[in-house]
């Protein structure tokens, strides 16, 4: 393990980040900008890594816990950015999410902000040199930006970037991504978009309609052995985990980090490696994987689930 994975790793307690950037990415997503109010307090992080954030409530809790994947380049060093969902409630009975809604219309630059880590298991294997496949659906590509930052910059293995939204309107990082895949060769982007716009399909800014399926996959991925990394909601992930398998993909080869549970896409929960799945806030604030203090974690291998103590 490297200096800085064990720097990453270890807990460094919960501290003090001003906003120095706010940042609309789409319709619904913004980038928040934090940096440490004490220089100090800085931490070096692997891609795919996520921050714990002390969430205000006006309840005798006082706050609760919010998970954000940073999705900066771990080579951007002194800062962090997170990029958040604005999450709203399908229905009058159910909450806005708590975080994500306090972030986007409380928040403001200048303001500080309690977090916590870098933290999380799902992390880029630096020392492999088989492809990499980086499979998002929508807010879920934040921790695979980061990861692509890296293998652009630090890598020549061969990278698949696939991800897939509603449409333009809610499509965050899309220039950064692009960006990033023409700034060297084996870079490949398929960006699919579920309902695209008029403006979507007159600007060109997508690759297909529709959803990712197997046969999309088959299409843009040459037979191989690859490193797959997913995110994203659990519709997405329980469609995509099954058809990942049946294409040959071992289950140790793929790594995941979605909103909920991580043991709902094994039948048999006997996956190989021990991870945990970090929690992103789910749109009503409360659900599976978050607990009445804070978040949960799922143990992959033994299905087993345990509350997160921020202390």
Same mark, same amino acid.
């Given at each position: ?13 919960? %501290? ?8 609309? !990415?789409? %319709?619904?997503? *913004?980038?928040?900008?934090?940096? $440490?109010? =004490? ?6 992080? !692997? ?8 969430? $205000? ?12 994947? &940073? ?5 951007? *060093? ?5 990029? &958040?969902?604005? !999450? ?12 994500? &809604?306090?972030?986007? #219309?409380?928040?403001?630059?200048? =303001? ?6 870098? /933290?999380?298991?799902? @992390?880029?294997?630096? *020392?492999?040199? /088989? ?15 980061? @990861? ?21 309107? &809610?499509?965050?990082?899309?220039? !950064? ?16 978009? %579920?309902?695209?716009?008029? %403006? ?8 297909? #309609? ?19 990394? @997913? ?5 997405? @992930? ?24 991580? *043991? ?48």
């Amino acid at each position: 393990m490297s200096d800085t994975t064990q720097a990453a790793g270890a807990s460094a307690g919960f %501290r003090r980040f001003r906003v120095i950037g706010k940042t609309p !990415e789409s %319709r619904t997503i *913004t980038s928040f900008h934090l940096e $440490p109010v =004490d220089p100090g307090a800085w931490r070096p992080f !692997e891609p795919g890594q996520f921050l714990a954030f002390k969430i $205000p409530v006006s309840d005798e809790r006082g706050h609760v816990i919010r998970t954000y994947s &940073v999705s900066s380049p771990p080579s951007t *060093t002194g800062t962090y950015r997170i990029t &958040v969902k604005r !999450e709203t409630a399908p229905h009058s009975e159910v909450p806005h999410g708590l975080g994500s &809604v306090h972030l986007h #219309d409380t928040i403001a630059v200048g =303001d500080t902000i309690i977090a916590e880590g870098p /933290r999380g298991d799902f @992390m880029l294997d630096s *020392t492999s040199q /088989r492809p990499v496949v980086l499979l998002s659906g929508g807010v879920g590509l934040t921790p695979l930006v980061s @990861m692509l930052h890296t293998l652009a910059s630090e890598s020549d293995r061969k990278v698949y970037f696939i991800h897939a939204c509603d449409s333009g309107d &809610v499509h965050a990082l899309g220039d !950064e991504v692009r960006a990033a895949a023409v700034s060297r060769r084996g870079i490949v982007t398929q960006i699919v978009y %579920r309902f695209p716009t008029t %403006r979507d399909l007159a600007d060109k800014r997508h690759d297909r #309609d529709g959803i990712v399926t197997r046969g999309l996959l088959q299409d843009v991925l040459p037979l191989d052995d690859y490193d797959v990394y @997913m995110c994203g909601p659990p519709p997405f @992930m329980k469609a995509l985990y099954p058809v990942l398998r049946s294409l040959g993909v071992p289950k140790h080869r793929i790594a995941f980090e979605f909103f909920g549970p991580a *043991t709902v896409l094994e039948a048999d929960a006997e996956a190989p490696v021990e991870t945990i799945a970090a929690q992103p806030e789910p749109a009503a604030g409360s659900g599976p994987g978050v607990a009445a203090s804070g978040m949960v974690v799922t143990f992959r291998k033994s299905g087993k689930q345990a509350a997160w103590n921020e202390h």
